[in-house]
């Protein structure tokens, strides 16, 4: 007779992160780019896969849209299975996508949700049309805890619902405005990362209901970076399951992109990769 094999462990599970995202060949974005940075963090990653590109360093080819049942149904399988700490939102891909995916999140209000909303490529390709911009806006932002938006994606958010008054089309959104328009649409959070924007150093800004919450300044590196948006996304996921409240997850999960840009490589032809694992190296100086 065989010794009998006991199916019960007494180690606890690492938070428990759920990730929408496409997937990205290089490794260097998407929902490659979303699974180190949370094991680096020490949190594990479910994988939801919205949409299958080809790209590489350089740029973004093509895409395929996963199908909008497809999306819900790996989301819900892993749902119903296991404790899920926190939501991380990235590249969705169609308009039926954005739809499905919010239908889920709603059936979970308790889990905080980050959404990194994915316009373009690092190049500048189109991830977005203005048809998926305004079910981002209509069914997502209402269930977003904090919204990730660049200094780019903010104004183009912000201004696809005031697109056709004349002051919009005449003058540049200032990003604080951006940000009050976006919370009026239903995010409780935004950290809008300015480094689109002029000036030594690259400006963040978190802002909620009540205005600014924390500025923080990061020296501007030298480079191109593929996925630092992810990164960032997704740290601040997995500091938010890690039990960190939405201001300190922000800090830390700047921190922590911070030293993935300053530790890239430059593996391919294109743009440097963020190394999430720069720590394994034995350089984890502070920011």
Same mark, same amino acid.
């Given at each position: ?10 180690t606890?599970? $690492?938070? @428990?992160? &759920? =990730? ?6 290089? %490794?260097?974005?998407?929902?490659? +780019? ?40 790996q ?23 954005v ?9 979970? $209000?308790? @889990?905080? &949700? =980050?959404?990194d909303?994915?316009?373009?490529? %690092?190049?500048?390709?189109?991830? +977005? ?100 948006g ?58």
């Amino acid at each position: 007779m065989s010794a009998s094999v006991s199916t019960s462990f007494s180690t606890p599970p $690492p938070p @428990i992160v &759920l =990730v929408f995202a496409g997937t990205d060949p290089t %490794g260097g974005a998407g929902l490659q +780019a979303d699974i180190l940075t949370l094991a680096s963090l020490g949190c594990h990653p479910l994988s939801v896969v919205t949409a299958v590109t080809v790209q590489d360093t350089v740029g973004v080819d093509d895409f395929f849209p996963m199908e909008a049942e497809w999306i819900a149904d790996q989301a819900r399988s892993v749902l119903e299975d296991m404790p899920v700490a926190a939501i991380k939102i990235g590249m969705i891909g169609s308009v039926e996508a954005v739809a499905a995916i919010a239908e889920v999140v709603s059936d979970y $209000p308790d @889990i905080p &949700l =980050v959404l990194d909303p994915v316009l373009t490529s %690092g190049r500048g390709d189109p991830l +977005a049309n203005e048809a998926l911009m305004s079910a981002l806006i209509d069914l997502l932002l209402p269930q977003t805890t904090v919204l990730t938006p660049n200094s780019i994606e903010a104004r183009r958010l912000a201004e696809e619902e005031e697109e056709d008054t004349e002051a919009d089309s005449e003058a540049t959104l200032e990003l604080a405005d951006c940000a009050r328009r976006l919370i009026d649409l239903g995010c409780e959070f935004v950290l809008i990362t300015g480094a689109h924007e002029q000036g030594a150093q690259v400006v963040n800004t978190l802002y909620n209901t009540r205005g600014v919450v924390h500025r923080q300044n990061w020296e501007r590196l030298p480079g191109s970076y593929h996925g630092s948006g992810c990164t960032l996304a997704a740290a601040l996921a997995g500091f938010l399951a890690l039990g960190q409240d939405v201001a300190e997850a922000a800090k830390e999960a700047q921190a922590y992109t911070w030293q993935t840009l300053k530790h890239a490589y430059r593996p391919g032809m294109g743009q440097f990769i963020p190394d999430r694992m720069y720590w394994v190296h034995g350089d984890d100086e502070e920011a």
